[in-house]
């Protein structure tokens, strides 16, 4: 019997050589393929890329075998490229489409495929619902040509983006007052794609930086997976105060999303970095435009909307909801929990190096260490506490939303629960102005608990009456 493909928050996922396998990527790339026909996109190109991970490159070039042998064309990156420069190739090439073979922030035992539209950014969910449906049971359904006869008559043409890319990037951000600030970084690109891309970036001034983890390694040492939150992020938090640096830059293992760590070897989490970037934008460069939030991000973004007269939309969990959205209102900065930030200017897509130049920005242009701005930001908008829980489940998926739905608190760890939003997961709204969220995990049988709090002796309290409402403990 044929695996079941199903699509999550950003694409297929699976283990390799168990279902992650070269049929199965090839059975994935004959659905897309259908889906581009259907919308008629016949003998348009598509890009395709890769990350680092167990046969990557390889994985790439079946699937470019596929959209070739279906009157399609491809461009190949060369290497291992981020996710936010496959984005943007889609948007310079002019191609209809991307598929990057990647498995983002997953462990290593993972790969995965991700799908892009003719933005560079992620598709609607009908959208994935209708490629996940194309894709054929049988493998007598794929049509494919050989990779090295596409090469010979130029339907596959392999590319390097690199000097588009940082020709983009000049446009957005200031990059030489970053290069001639004397900062000294560290970079940790988690053994991924991000590796040499800052260095190169930000090569022959005054400030300096320092890669740890920056070799190919499939495995991830010193890390349960290339995600850029504790305690993946332990050894770049001390390798910022090994090397007395002025702050920690982490990408996860695609690149398109990023982590901060200060000059203490403190941890700035996500939903804190969101607010900071948000506040760069409406604070130091004086830009107004809309803010786009998935509902698992801070409340911060609220308060700096009114506060700055900048309206904020808020969407279910991922970029099929953020880019869209992004979009339709021209946004000035969208994101998501995950440490995924995306720009007006650039491609609706996040984008963990322009993000992480963009900090680097904000540093420069105030001249203050990244505690000191979190401090400046927090007299703004007050004190907010963040963190998570992730745990694995088993059972029945659909019993425990139920449970979750029924259990209908009055108060969680002592507070008066205000209201429910079910749209996507289960958030609970506190009268302190934080809130609970309960998530499935699209892409991992993980449920994922979150909370944020004005009142930071809450925090363990609100994400143990969560893992309680869950049916966890």
Not at 158 to 163: A, C, F, G, R, Y
Not at 377 to 392: A, C, K, L, S, W
Request: proline residues 4%; charged residues 25%; aromatic residues 10%.
């Amino acid at each position: 019997m044929k695996t079941k493909i199903k699509f999550g928050t950003d694409g297929w996922r699976a283990v390799i050589a168990e279902d992650y396998t070269f049929e199965n990527v090839r059975r994935c790339a004959q659905g897309f393929a259908n889906y581009l026909l259907e919308n008629g996109l016949s003998n348009q190109w598509v890009v395709v890329g890769y990350d680092r991970r167990f046969q990557s490159e390889n994985f790439a070039k079946a699937a470019a075998e596929v959209i070739i042998g279906n009157n399609l064309k491809v461009f190949l990156t060369e290497s291992a490229t981020p996710t936010p420069v496959i984005s943007y190739l889609v948007t310079i090439k002019k191609a209809v489409a991307a598929i990057n073979i990647t498995a983002s922030h997953n462990p290593a035992t993972d790969n995965g495929f991700k799908v892009r539209d003719h933005n560079g950014g992620a598709i609607s969910p009908e959208g994935l619902q209708r490629i996940e449906a194309l894709i054929p049971e049988s493998t007598e359904a794929i049509h494919k040509k050989d990779f090295l006869d596409g090469v010979t008559d130029k339907s596959i043409i392999i590319t390097n983006p690199k000097k588009e890319y940082f020709e983009h990037l000049r446009k957005l951000v200031d990059i030489d007052s970053i290069k001639n600030a004397g900062l000294k970084v560290v970079v940790d690109p988690m053994w991924g794609n991000g590796a040499g891309w800052f260095a190169e970036i930000l090569s022959g001034g005054k400030t300096t930086i320092h890669e740890i983890h920056s070799e190919r390694n499939p495995i991830f040492p010193d890390m349960k997976r290339p995600e850029p939150i504790p305690p993946n992020i332990n050894s770049g938090l001390e390798e910022i105060i090994r090397q007395q640096a002025d702050v920690l830059i982490i990408t996860d293992g695609d690149a398109d999303r990023v982590g901060i760590g200060d000059e203490n070897g403190i941890f700035i989490n996500q939903l804190q970095v969101f607010a900071l970037l948000a506040y760069y934008f409406l604070e130091i460069r004086r830009e107004k435009g809309p803010i786009v939030k998935t509902l698992s991000t801070t409340s911060m973004l609220n308060k700096l909307g009114l506060i700055y007269d900048v309206p904020v939309y808020e969407t279910g969990v991922g970029f099929k909801y953020v880019a869209p959205k992004m979009i339709e209102t021209n946004a000035l900065i969208g994101g998501e929990e995950s440490g995924g930030y995306a720009f007006r200017g650039n491609v609706p897509e996040r984008d963990g190096i322009l993000a992480g130049l963009y900090f680097l920005d904000f540093m420069v242009k105030t001249g203050k260490k990244p505690s000191e701005l979190l401090t400046q930001m927090f007299e703004v908008v007050g004190n907010h506490y963040y963190d998570r829980i992730d745990t694995q489940f088993s059972g029945n998926s659909d019993q425990k939303k139920e449970q979750i739905l029924s259990s209908n608190p009055k108060y969680i760890a002592g507070l008066k629960v205000l209201g429910l939003n079910s749209s996507d997961g289960f958030k609970f709204s506190l009268e302190d102005g934080g809130w609970l969220l309960i998530r499935f995990s699209g892409t991992e049988p993980i449920i994922r608990v979150y909370c944020e709090t004005t009142i930071k002796e809450k925090v363990n309290q609100i994400l143990q009456d969560g893992l309680s409402i869950a049916g966890i403990n």
